[in-house]
């Protein structure tokens, strides 16, 4: 009975209202203030009529877009309340599902493992949470995932037209937040290979690019400009005016490999918690991506200091699978990536879009994430080893999930079946996870 309902074509645009619907919701019982003081920044704009210089504020080293959208929503908001300007996050998540869900159907043929891939957009935590806060980060996963959208475009009809709406894109995300630094080279590369293939001189590829590169910057430059005049470079991370020594997190090769997967489940968040987990990154991501593990996150507290955090541990255990599935689904892209740069020039026009298409998706995932990484390794404080610091490039992930799901279908009967009620089991733990907590909230 629950499998028939995935299976229907029908079911992906219910679960889109759904997700919708979940979203609203939360916006009643959910804080508006997430990790960082964004409304800090919000405020200082709105009194003192322009842009914060980098060292003001805390926040100030981001891009001002999210900000300056804010204004009309501040109005008749305060710094202590922030849920009308918390609308402006809400109203972008739920454009963000959308787009997603059009995804979806453009790319995901097989209906029962789009629908239940799918739940992944719908429910994932750190997805859900930091796209409701008042942070750039619900604007962030926005444009990403509207870059994604035009990428199909483009792949689908190359023209300087559809060039230029990514260069716009590309510039909106500089402007607001410096992980889209990750995204340009890899739309350059795939614009400039699209052009190749389709024997454009090279000449007019270079002319082209560099016209790309001059929308971009002129749009979404803003930022680093001003670091680069006032602090002498470029690029300027909070940690850099306001160190946190206290979150020092490296202790040794096993950072790299470890993966204490009971020992999370017995402390599945920072507070009381297991202070030895803080020190291995593999922990960080997952903890972070699936679940609420720093509980400086929001106010949902009773997943924090009561026994029903352990909702968490379940989320832990259940998620292997799917994790296992993502990975999967990432090594079937690699190597299609690997097929595809050997076999180039021999691929038929739909075969080359197709492989463009996927290896893209492997590129813009695999350099936001290495620019996570690079973060955290120069800066070693476990905060910066957050799932949620590379979500701009969700639909990679989302991808993943639904081939290495697809897989599986070709090759195992049983493991299929695993993919699929492991999925749908995590749907109903979050289910119950924010219902129980906004009840809690209701009562208090």
């Given at each position: 009975m629950l499998i028939s309902f995935f299976e229907r074509e029908r079911a992906l645009t219910f679960l889109l209202w759904f997700g919708i619907a979940l979203r609203v919701f939360l916006y009643f019982f959910i804080s508006a203030y997430g990790a960082d003081a964004h409304g800090e920044v919000i405020q200082f704009i709105a009194t003192q009529h322009r842009l914060p210089l980098t060292r003001e504020?805390?926040?100030?080293?981001?891009?001002?877009?999210?900000?300056?959208?804010?204004?009309?929503?501040?109005?008749?908001?305060?710094?202590?309340?922030?849920?009308?300007?918390?609308?402006?996050?809400?109203?972008?998540?739920?454009?963000?599902?959308?787009?997603?869900?059009?995804?979806?159907?453009?790319?995901?043929?097989?209906?029962?493992?789009?629908?239940?891939?799918?739940?992944l957009?719908?429910?994932?935590?750190?997805?859900?949470?930091?796209?409701?806060?008042?942070?750039?980060?619900?604007?962030?996963?926005?444009?990403?995932?509207?870059?994604?959208?035009?990428?199909?475009?483009?792949?689908?009809?190359?023209?300087?037209?559809?060039?230029?709406?990514?260069?716009?894109?590309?510039?909106?995300?500089?402007?607001?937040?410096?992980?889209?630094?990750?995204?340009?080279?890899?739309?350059?590369?795939?614009?400039?290979?699209?052009?190749?293939?389709?024997?454009?001189?090279?000449?007019?590829?270079?002319?082209?690019?560099?016209?790309?590169?001059?929308?971009?910057?002129?749009?979404?430059?803003?930022?680093?400009?001003?670091?680069?005049?006032?602090?002498?470079?470029?690029?300027?991370?909070?940690?850099?005016?306001?160190?946190?020594?206290?979150?020092?997190?490296?202790?040794?090769?096993?950072?790299?490999?470890?993966?204490?997967?009971?020992?999370?489940?017995?402390?599945?968040?920072?507070?009381?918690?297991?202070?030895?987990?803080?020190?291995?990154?593999?922990?960080?991501?997952?903890?972070?991506?699936?679940?609420?593990?720093?509980?400086?996150?929001?106010d949902f507290n009773l997943g924090v200091k009561t026994r029903f955090r352990y909702i968490g541990s379940l989320i832990y255990l259940v998620a292997i699978f799917p994790t296992l599935i993502i990975l999967l689904g990432l090594g079937l892209l690699i190597r299609q990536t690997v097929h595809f740069l050997t076999k180039i020039s021999s691929l038929t026009a739909t075969e080359f879009r197709e492989n463009n298409e996927k290896s893209t998706w492997l590129g813009l995932l695999l350099v936001s994430v290495a620019l996570v990484l690079t973060a955290g390794f120069r800066y070693d404080a476990w905060s910066c080893f957050q799932g949620r610091l590379f979500l701009q490039s969700f639909f990679s992930i989302l991808a993943m999930f639904y081939l290495g799901l697809s897989y599986l279908q070709t090759r195992s009967a049983f493991l299929y079946k695993i993919g699929l009620f492991s999925m749908i089991g995590l749907a109903f733990l979050y289910s119950i996870y924010f219902g129980i907590e906004s009840l809690f909230k209701f009562i208090a």
């Open positions: 504020i805390f926040c100030a080293m981001h891009p001002p877009l999210y900000y300056l959208l804010a204004q009309p929503f501040f109005a008749f908001d305060t710094l202590s309340s922030l849920k009308v300007t918390q609308l402006l996050s809400v109203i972008l998540s739920c454009l963000n599902l959308y787009v997603l869900y059009l995804l979806a159907k453009h790319y995901f043929s097989h209906v029962l493992t789009r629908n239940v891939s799918f739940l957009a719908i429910f994932l935590h750190a997805y859900i949470t930091f796209s409701l806060y008042v942070t750039n980060d619900s604007l962030a996963f926005t444009v990403g995932t509207w870059c994604f959208w035009l990428l199909s475009r483009f792949f689908q009809t190359p023209s300087p037209k559809t060039e230029r709406w990514l260069a716009l894109a590309l510039g909106i995300g500089l402007l607001t937040k410096g992980t889209f630094l990750a995204f340009v080279p890899v739309v350059f590369w795939a614009i400039a290979l699209t052009l190749w293939h389709f024997k454009i001189k090279w000449q007019k590829i270079v002319l082209r690019l560099m016209i790309l590169g001059f929308i971009t910057g002129i749009i979404g430059g803003y930022k680093f400009a001003e670091n680069w005049y006032y602090e002498g470079k470029p690029v300027v991370h909070n940690m850099d005016i306001f160190p946190l020594s206290d979150q020092k997190m490296y202790t040794g090769p096993k950072s790299y490999y470890g993966f204490h997967l009971v020992r999370l489940m017995k402390s599945p968040v920072i507070y009381h918690g297991d202070e030895k987990l803080l020190h291995v990154y593999p922990i960080l991501f997952y903890s972070t991506f699936w679940y609420k593990f720093a509980d400086l996150e929001n």
